[in-house]
């Protein structure tokens, strides 16, 4: 399979507790989305890395988020000191370069912090 | 802000019927694309089919078809023979202005399809 993947595909974690995930884009692709989606909600754009560079980062992602593509291939997320908050799905996207070429998306790792 | 409404949470349909899902986005950018995601239950988000703003011929991909009216900032997506693998969340979604990478979504409509 030569689509987004996404590790761990769940993780449970007690609060305060660090966790990190990790996304393995197409090979292909410079540029790397994450997004965070809860229930009932459309995603919502958390960062954006083209290559190893991070060039957006919403608001969402508080002092406790980090994320880095160190080699411009796979990318980490790091939530320091969960909350229940921060329990959502989150998701990895890709795409190659161009005006808005196809995003492909990876198949989330959901996050419960309990 | 730029936002993306979705105004009907949920809808059923027979297979073989036609649906037709609605959006409305606001933006004052005049060069943009607008994607309908699908995300059907337990798997990836996938897209469904895109539209550049520019372009006034709506966009068609097989049985997925969409009615953009530019002016009225709405952009539906019809599902022609609808099928038991439509059934899914349809997600309406566009770029942030200003050059961002960020895609803003709408909160998203369930579409079940019954046999």
């Known amino acids: 399979d030569t689509g987004v993947s996404q590790d761990p595909r769940h993780k449970i974690t007690k609060r305060g507790q660090n966790v990190t995930f990790r996304c393995d884009p197409i090979s292909e692709h410079n540029r790397l989305y994450w997004y965070r989606q809860t229930l009932g909600q459309g995603p919502e754009f958390l960062t954006y890395?083209?290559?190893?560079?991070?060039?957006?980062k919403s608001r969402l992602l508080s002092d406790r988020f980090s994320a880095e593509r160190p080699k411009g291939s796979f990318s980490t997320l790091e939530i320091q000191r969960t909350e229940q908050g921060d329990s959502a799905m989150y998701l990895c996207?890709?795409?190659?370069?161009?005006?808005?070429?196809?995003?492909?998306f990876g198949q989330g790792t959901r996050l419960t912090v309990v | 802000a730029q936002t993306v409404t979705q105004s009907q949470p949920e809808m059923s349909v027979q297979e073989a019927e036609t649906v037709t899902l609605s959006c409305t986005y606001d933006?004052?950018?005049?060069?943009?694309?607008l994607f309908w995601y699908k995300q059907p239950p337990s798997r990836q988000m996938i897209l469904v089919i895109r539209q550049e703003a520019y372009k006034q011929q709506n966009a068609t991909e097989n049985r997925f078809s969409v009615n953009f009216q530019k002016a009225a900032k709405s952009f539906s997506l019809k599902i022609s023979d609808s099928q038991l693998g439509d059934t899914a969340m349809y997600f309406c979604?566009?770029?942030?202005?200003?050059?961002?990478?960020?895609?803003?979504f709408g909160k998203g409509m369930k579409l079940t399809v019954n046999p």
């Open positions: 996207a890709s795409r190659s370069p161009g005006a808005w070429t196809e995003a492909f």
């Open positions: 979604a566009f770029p942030a202005q200003g050059g961002s990478e960020k895609l803003v």
């Open positions: 890395f083209q290559n190893e560079a991070q060039l957006e």
């Open positions: 933006t004052s950018e005049n060069n943009y694309y």
